[in-house]
Each structure stands twice: as C-alpha cells, then as structure tokens.
C-alpha cells in the first residue's frame, strides 16, 4: 500500500525512526561493542576479530533468508524479530553476569541474534521499499539515515561508553558489560514500543500470493541476470580489493585504541567512546559529501583511483601512532577524523558502482547479491587479522595493511572502463 495524502493517520515518521534505530543496534554491539568488550575481559586479539568475523558472515547470507521472510505479513515479523532480538540481548547480558557464564550458551545466543538480526534488516527494508512511493521514500531518507546513524552511536560507543564508567566505579568488566548489554536490551525494548506504535496505524499491505518455491525461482532468476553481466567481475574485483587496506585495519583498530598491554594507545573506555562519536559520525558524513561531489564532477570511472589512493593514505599516519603511545588525545582524534574522512569518500564511490550494475529490472534482488559479497569482503578478514596483529605488532600490522592498498588501485584501474560514462 503506497503513502498518499489521503491517509493522514499514518504516522510513518514513527515507524521509520524507531524501525531503523533498531535495526542499528545488533550490528553495533557485534560490531562497535563486542571488540571492546572482549579485550576489557581479557581475551586475545586473534579470538576478537575471529569472533566478530563468524558473526558478520551469518548475518551477510541474509539473502538466502529473504524468500522466507516474505511469507509472513510484513509488519508481524518486523515486531516479533524487534521483540526477539531484545530478549536476546537481555539473555546474554544475564548470561554474561551469571556465577558460572557458559560460553556456549553465550554463543549460541549470539548466533541467534545475527539471524533474527539479518531476517528483520531484510523484511525492514522491504517493508519500507514496498509500502512508501518514491516521494515518501525520498522524504523519509533523511529521518533513515538519521535513525540508523542514532542507533549506531548509542549501542556502540555508548555502550563502550557506560561500560568504561561503570569500571571506573569500581565494577568488573563482566559486570560492568553486563550492565551495559541490558542498557542495550532497554533501548531495543523502547524502539520496539515506538516501532508498535508506528506500524498499527499502517494501511494492511496487498496480498502477495507467491510461495516460499516461487520467491526463491525469483531470486534466483535475479542471480542468473547478475552473473551474466559483464560488468561483475570489474565490480567483484572492486568489492574484494578497493577498500581491502582499510578494512584490514578497521578490524584492529578498536582493540589497538584499548590495549594497555601490547602496544596500543592504551585509551580508556570512555576517551575512545567520546572520539569514536566525534570522529566518525563526522569524518564518514563528510566524507561521503566530498566523495559524491567528486563523482559529480568528474563521473564515476574517473574518481576511482584517485578516491582509492586517499582512502588508504591514512593508514600511513596509523602506523606512526603504533609506533609509540606517546601521543596526545588531539593528535589521535585528528588522525582518527582523517582516516574515517578518507574512508567515506572512497566508500561512496564503492556504493555507487554497486548500484550502477544493480540498476535495472530485478535490482532488488541484484543489489542485495552484490550487498552479500561486500559483507562476506568486510568480515571475511576478520578470521585472520587478529593473529597477524599479534604476530607482527600493531606497527608492523598496519604496515601490511597499506601493503593492501595496491591491489586496491591496481582493481580501480580495470574497472575504470566498465563505469565510463556514455559519450
């Protein structure tokens, strides 16, 4: 059913700040807090970014879950998931705190959550593609885009954040990250009561006749389109190696901020929180101004190499801070303002060769595919950038990293002629 003026009980403002606040929240905690998390406790970096990594893969194949999803009416499995995923949180911090914790347990939790995580991204999305026409989606993407960023700031470097104060109040990690896991399950449970609230004003959706066998004919059909494009090799090339440099480093770059032990910058809880905020929120928006300016004006093809070769400079200044912890906050935060800037810009340009290969009939599908590979290329480090780290110090890591650049540039440049603009 599509917006229209004639009806105003709609509250889709609600719906869309609420929906896409707590979509934020597992991806922040598996990716913000739980690194964080596991160095406070104790644990190596090799088993961190491992841990974050298997997580990241399980929610990167939502894809395969889409045709299921889509049998059930949308706006039920949007809350039921919401209401699971925030008993979830709950279970683990209990779990987390519990006399005698049982790891297995607290994995297989987390395991769940990354599925009913993925399964409610993707009947989100949907819901909001489906039931908006193109002027309420252009006029909601801003509150979208406002609601995802507000979401990850809270159960990420908030998180962190209300952790590190309640360590420094005399708690032990567990329990002060227990506490901080429940905080995250109260803010899920608040955006769940908003999103309720939202969503029973919403007009029933068409009905959609088609079975799980026939959604999953349809997908697969969508793939077969994507394979035959000539373009998807160039794109792939881009996706695996534009931002490989970048994304090696992001992987340590947390536990690196934290670590007292090993060479890192040795900052507590709450000073990496503070700048994560003031750092990233800022440098990614700007940056994905100046990236899309760039392309503007000069066209995609053209603003590859040289949007590459700035994303992955940053890195240069990374590796100065590994060298020794003598730096001051300022001189952290400005390098940190700087590596997030250049990333956003290069990320843009990444973005929009995806969306011009998905463009066209099927691109739902086409672009959720290309979506699953730029995930598994983002988490898929994660399994052994922990163990180099510790093998070759966090200097010497970082190093390696900018070693990465070079395929980067060396796919930016084969992939320049697939996404010239028509003469």
């Not at 290329?377 to 200097?395: D, F, I, K, Q, V």
Request: proline share 5%; glycine share 10%; with cysteine.
């Amino acid at each position: 059913m599509k917006d229209s003026p004639s009806t105003p009980s709609r509250q889709i403002w609600l719906w869309v700040t609420a929906g896409y606040l707590f979509q934020s929240i597992p991806a922040a905690v598996r990716d913000e807090a739980l690194p964080v998390a596991l160095k406070n406790i104790g644990y190596g970096d090799a088993m961190i970014t491992r841990s974050v990594a298997l997580l990241g893969l399980i929610f990167g194949f939502k894809i395969l879950l889409a045709p299921v999803v889509a049998a059930f009416r949308p706006r039920h499995f949007i809350l039921s998931a919401e209401l699971t995923v925030t008993l979830l949180l709950a279970a683990i911090a209990g779990l987390v705190c519990a006399q005698t914790p049982s790891a297995p347990l607290i994995i297989t939790a987390l395991v769940l959550l990354s599925f009913v995580a993925a399964a409610h991204d993707f009947a989100l999305d949907g819901y909001f593609v489906t039931s908006l026409d193109d002027r309420s989606r252009a006029t909601q993407s801003g509150l979208l885009n406002f609601a995802s960023k507000l979401g990850m700031v809270l159960a990420g470097p908030g998180l962190i954040w209300l952790a590190g104060r309640l360590m420094d109040q005399g708690a032990q990690s567990v329990t002060a990250w227990a506490g901080a896991l429940g905080a995250a399950a109260l803010c899920g449970l608040l955006a769940f009561a908003a999103n309720w609230a939202g969503l029973r004003r919403e007009p029933p959706p068409p009905a959609d006749t088609r079975n799980v066998k026939e959604r999953y004919r349809e997908m697969f059909s969508g793939l077969v389109q994507l394979f035959a494009d000539g373009r998807l090799p160039a794109l792939l090339g881009l996706i695996f190696f534009y931002r490989a440099s970048e994304i090696h480093m992001a992987k340590i770059l947390p536990v690196f901020a934290v670590d007292v032990n090993h060479g890192g910058l040795a900052l507590s809880n709450e000073t990496y929180a503070v700048m994560r905020i003031a750092t990233a929120v800022l440098g990614l928006a700007l940056g994905g101004l100046l990236g899309s300016m760039v392309v503007a004006r000069v066209g995609l093809a053209r603003a590859l190499v040289p949007l590459g070769i700035a994303m992955h400079l940053p890195l240069v200044a990374v590796a100065w801070l590994a060298t020794d912890g003598s730096h001051s906050t300022t001189l952290i935060g400005a390098v940190f303002l700087l590596e997030y800037l250049a990333y956003g810009a290069g990320f843009c340009a990444l973005i929009l060769a995806m969306m011009k290969v998905a463009a066209g009939p099927g691109g739902a599908v086409r672009y959720a595919a290309l979506s699953t590979f730029a995930l598994i290329a983002n988490y898929l480090p994660g399994l052994w950038a922990g163990h180099l780290a510790e093998r070759l110090g966090y200097a010497h890591y970082f190093l390696f990293a900018l070693v990465l650049a070079l395929p980067g540039i060396v796919a930016s440049l084969l992939a320049r002629k697939h996404f010239a603009e028509p003469a």
